[in-house]
């Protein structure tokens, strides 16, 4: 069974810091692309951040440039995002998501975690 489990969500300040992490198990890890996406509350998905299988490039949309840092460990098949200068416009529920290759379609999801930005 493919499982996607993000963890790490919660409630900090504005210009505080959060790391969330995904640790995926039922295929082979290391060979797909991975994000991270979010949705706000009534809102629709926003792309945050891709690594590719091996960890060797990354990719960032604009709005999470040098506050948001992705990386992977292929050994424990574990992403991590860190949040850092969290915004209030940055509460949203954080996924993780496997695709085969970057810009492929998502092959898994899991479930979310509920990231809370306010004072």
């Known amino acids: 069974e493919v499982q996607l489990v993000e963890s790490g969500g919660g409630l900090v300040q504005p210009g505080g810091s959060l790391r969330l992490s995904c640790v995926a198990s039922?295929?082979?890890?290391?060979?797909?692309?991975m994000s991270w996406v979010r949705q706000a509350r009534g809102k629709g998905l926003e792309w945050l951040s891709t690594?590719?299988?091996?960890?060797?490039?990354?990719y960032y949309a604009d709005s999470v440039k040098g506050r948001f840092t992705f990386s992977r460990d292929n050994a424990k098949n574990t992403l991590y995002l860190q949040l850092n200068s969290l915004k209030t416009e940055d509460t949203a529920i954080y996924y993780c998501?496997?695709?085969?290759?970057?810009?492929?379609?998502?092959?898994?999801w899991g479930q979310g975690t509920q990231v809370t930005v306010s004072s």
């Open positions: 998501a496997a695709s085969l290759w970057i810009g492929s379609e998502y092959n898994y």
């Open positions: 039922g295929f082979t890890f290391s060979d797909y692309a």
């Open positions: 690594v590719n299988s091996g960890g060797t490039g990354t």
